[in-house]
């Protein structure tokens, strides 16, 4: 079935850094890919998605390509701040349904 | 404004006991669908549901169970027969099948057990 791996966390990252969280995906046609984020004791915010191959989602200076060659989608950010602290869950919607396939998530903690 | 209201945020339950969680959306949204959430893991889906009056088993639905008698209402019951239910569960929504739109999630409500 389709599924969604996630690198495993937490990353430890200085503010201004470089990021990136590997996400690649398993699917059958041609899914959707999203990549949510979850601030403690809160549910989940869309951060960006892209819905074709090289589609690139982007928001508040996040971005991910949608790679069909690499089944991958890995979220970047080039300089990172401590309001970044959360953790971010890559997920794929399958293009005959609605149903979300989550990743484990990975947590990205962000000092000062 | 829009958007997904869960309640309780946290809620505790007793052995033996069945416990409600309220999720309302006044999105207008089609679709609807309850999560859990365990640390260190991410979100299954219990339950499902693409239109009023119809709902469908997701991966882990043993245990719970909902209903879809309103369009802006999904309640989800955990029952006794739910041996480990603590956990965080979310709910979201979204326009639906082939809408090409992404689900939008409540914030969530934590049960423990007593």
């Known amino acids: 079935g389709d599924s969604v791996t996630q690198m495993e966390g937490p990353v430890t990252l200085s503010e201004e850094a470089f990021l990136t969280i590997n996400c690649t995906y398993t699917?059958?046609?041609?899914?959707?890919l999203f990549w949510y984020v979850q601030y403690p004791g809160e549910g989940l915010q869309l951060l960006l998605k892209?819905?074709?191959?090289?589609d690139k989602g982007s928001n508040k200076g996040f971005e991910a390509t949608y790679r069909k060659e690499t089944t991958s989608f890995h979220l970047e950010k080039g300089s990172v701040q401590v309001s970044d602290s959360a953790v971010y869950f890559c997920?794929?919607?399958?293009?005959?349904?609605?149903?979300?396939?989550f990743g484990t998530g990975t947590r990205l903690q962000v000092f000062p | 404004d829009g958007g997904i209201t869960q309640s309780p945020k946290y809620l505790f339950r007793k052995e033996g006991q069945n416990v409600t969680l309220s999720c309302e959306q006044n999105?207008?949204?089609?679709?609807m669908y309850w999560y859990r959430q365990d640390p260190g893991q991410g979100l299954r889906l219990i339950y499902y549901?693409?239109?009023?009056?119809?709902?469908q088993k997701g991966d882990i639905a043993e245990g719970y169970s909902v209903s879809r008698e309103k369009k802006e209402s999904f309640p989800l019951t955990v029952t006794s027969a739910q041996k480990n239910p603590t956990a965080f569960y979310l709910c979201?929504?979204?326009?639906?099948?082939?809408?090409?739109?992404?689900?939008?999630f409540g914030d969530g409500t934590r049960l423990s057990i007593l």
């Open positions: 892209a819905t074709k191959a090289d």
């Open positions: 997920a794929l919607e399958s293009y005959n349904t609605d149903k979300l396939i």
């Open positions: 999105l207008n949204h089609d679709a």
């Open positions: 549901s693409q239109i009023v009056n119809d709902f």
């Open positions: 979201a929504s979204s326009l639906g099948q082939g809408s090409n739109q992404p689900q939008h």
């Open positions: 699917a059958t046609g041609y899914p959707s």
